[in-house]
Structure formats: C-alpha cells, structure tokens
C-alpha cells in the first residue's frame, strides 16, 4: 500500500535545523510537512537518563555517557568509525536531545579552506554573506554569550542573552595560567538560558547537560516543535524514514520525495521544495542514495565532491597539574581560548576545559 503526502514545503528532519525552518515557513502560511525516522520520546526518556547519571555520580563519581544513555535512543547507522554510536540520534528532536549546546561560529577564515590551508576547496559563501543567518540561529535557539572574544570574527549584534558567569576555578586558576602561556581567555557562547527566555528558565546547574531536566538548554522539542504542532497547516510524520528523493523527468528538480512508516506503509510526499536537514552524515548519504540516470553520482555531486572533506568540529583540550585542589566546574565550561583556532599552534593547544 502508498500513501500520497501534498504539501508546499516537505522538511526531512527535525533537530535543530529542520525544527527552526519548518516552524518558520509554518508560520508564515506555508503548508509544511516535516518528517522524522525516529519517534517521539517524552519528558520521561530524558528523566531516565537522568537517573542513570545521578546513580553513576553517586556511586562512583564518574559518567559513562555510552554507557548512561538509553540503548533505546542510540543511532542505528554507522557514525564515521564504522560502528554504532549515541552521538546521532533518531528520535523527534534529533541529536540537540543530548546535545551540549556549545554554539562557537566559525571564523572567518576557516571558511577559507584553500587560501589558509593550500588544500581543499573554500566555501561557496562568505562569512560576510552568512552573519546576519548566524545571528538570527543564535536569537532561535537562545545562546547565551559575550562579546569579548579577540579570535572571532566580526558580529552585527549582541547576543540575546549575557554569558554564564565562570566558576572559581576557572577565575582563580585556568585564566591566570593561560594568560601566562600568551592565550587570550574569553567566554563559550551555550544554548542555555543564563537567565529566563523564550519559555526556558535560567539554567540551574544541575550538571545534567546532556538531558537537560530543567528545560533551560535548547531542544527543539521544548520549544519549535512545540509551536509547529499549533499550526493548521503543519503536519509532523514520525517514524518514517526517507528512502530517496526523485527527481523530475528534466533533472532539474525534486519531484517526489519516498518514504516508509514503521507499519510498512509506503509513503510519496509530492511537494513544491523539499529540505534536507539530517545532519553532516546522513544529509549526502540520502543525496548519494538519490541518484539516477540525470545524477549518476547523487543529487547535487556533479563535482564528486559531496560528504568528501567531511570532519567533526573542532576540540583542543588541555590537561593541567595543580599543587593544590580546585573546586568543580558544574555543568560547562564558560571560559576558553581559541588561541589555536587563530594561530594553528599545535605545540599549545588551548580549547575545552572540563574540570
């Protein structure tokens, strides 16, 4: 059996991308269908996660991440290393379910891949081009940050919320120590309310990053997904899985989009412009499951260039010997340094600093 889906707009995932676009296009009259591979998991899934990190902190005083997350949540696709993984999730809210919600932008001249490197291609956008998006993301999703970073590229405007107030340690010690080394310290902008906003409250420091109880952390299904269900004209299709894209008899377009619902049931989505928002992973994996006679590499690959280069985001870390004892940091960390990020030194790395 298939079942025919019409609509103007059809958005393929619904993590923090898709979540924002669809609630958007939604709202301004659009007819959208957003699907989702996963289901939906409610407060409790997360409060499971909770409880498995509360028993581990408890009793032993460390985390397993792997370990603590729910097997239930864990991606069924091979995550760059061949094997499964919990980095990737299916489930209605994508991977900001567990996300850290650390929101540090590109500079401006790591999107010159060639010119700073001598390898690889530059990006088909400036940052010029993409800092006014940049800023909007950040007002969607509520990034909490300050202005004080040397490293960073130019900003059009504030932050939406004041950054998080560093711990005694990271005042007393860490920013002592790399001023010493010639690093410039300065704040990580999170996704997490430093104080109230947009229906979140101000974050508590629980510790809990990862499955946020407070709701003070971004999560699409806390907030976007939630504004989505209130549109007449939006529809959200979990558990069902796009299998490929078609495009038209030209080439030059995406006609059909083909889907399966876990009951078996076959599923076409004919709509007007199709968005794919699943991730650095599975975004070209689904273009390269979509070729045909026009695309016989996959959509969009006619240079053979789709998923090459591809690489997770960039973490230094930096471990510290101490004569005397610290006290924690909860949660995250809120002062770094992207003194490497700026000049490429690997001799000291400054970067991450969980304590």
């Known amino acids: 059996m298939t079942k025919t889906v ?18 958007a296009l939604a709202r301004s009259g659009k007819h959208v269908v957003l699907l989702e591979q996963g289901k939906a998991y409610g407060a409790g899934a997360q409060a499971t996660l909770t409880q498995a990190r509360t028993r581990r902190l408890v009793n032993e005083g460390v985390v397993d991440f792997a370990q603590d997350w729910p097997a239930e949540f864990s991606s069924p696709a091979p995550i760059c ?9 299916s ?6 379910l567990h996300w850290s919600g650390a929101c540090p932008r590109p500079r401006e001249d790591e999107m010159n891949v060639r010119t700073r490197f001598g390898y690889g291609r530059d990006y088909p956008v400036s ?3 993409i800092e006014p998006w940049l800023l909007r993301a950040e007002h969607e999703l509520g990034v909490a940050g300050d202005a004080d970073n040397p490293y960073a590229s130019p900003r059009s405007g504030p932050f939406p919320m004041e950054g998080h107030k560093p711990s005694e340690f990271e ?4 920013a002592p120590a790399a001023k010493r080394l010639g690093w410039a310290t300065h704040s990580l902008p999170w996704a997490i309310n430093s104080r109230a906003y947009d229906d979140r409250v101000e974050c508590l420091r629980c510790r809990y990053c990862m499955a946020c109880p407070s709701g003070a952390k971004y999560s699409p299904d806390r907030s976007h997904l ?32 083909h889907a399966a619902q876990r009951d078996g049931t076959k599923l076409v989505v004919k709509a007007d412009r199709y968005v794919l928002a699943t991730g650095g992973i599975e975004t070209p994996r689904m273009l390269l499951f979509s070729a045909d006679g026009h695309h016989k590499n996959g ?3 006619a240079g053979g260039q789709l998923g090459v280069g591809h690489s997770d985001h960039l973490m230094a870390t930096c471990t510290m010997v ?5 006290s924690h940091t909860y949660g995250y960390p809120t002062i770094i340094t992207d003194h490497h990020r700026a000049h490429l030194d690997r001799s000291k790395h400054g970067g991450f600093f969980f304590n």
């Open 6 to 23: 019409k609509a103007e707009i059809c958005v393929i995932g619904t993590g923090a991308a898709g979540a924002v676009l669809a609630t």
């Open 81 to 89: 290393i061949g094997v499964p993984s919990s980095a990737g999730i």
């Open 91 to 96: 489930a209605v809210g994508g991977t900001t």
């Open 127 to 129: 940052y010029q081009e």
């Open 171 to 174: 005042r007393r010690i860490f």
């Open 226 to 257: 939630l504004r989505f269900g209130k549109s007449p004209n939006a529809e959200l299709l979990a558990e069902t899985k796009l299998l490929r894209l078609e495009s038209s008899a030209s080439g030059h377009r995406i006609d059909l989009a």
């Open 299 to 301: 959509l969009g690959n």
């Open 322 to 326: 101490l004569k005397e004892s610290a």
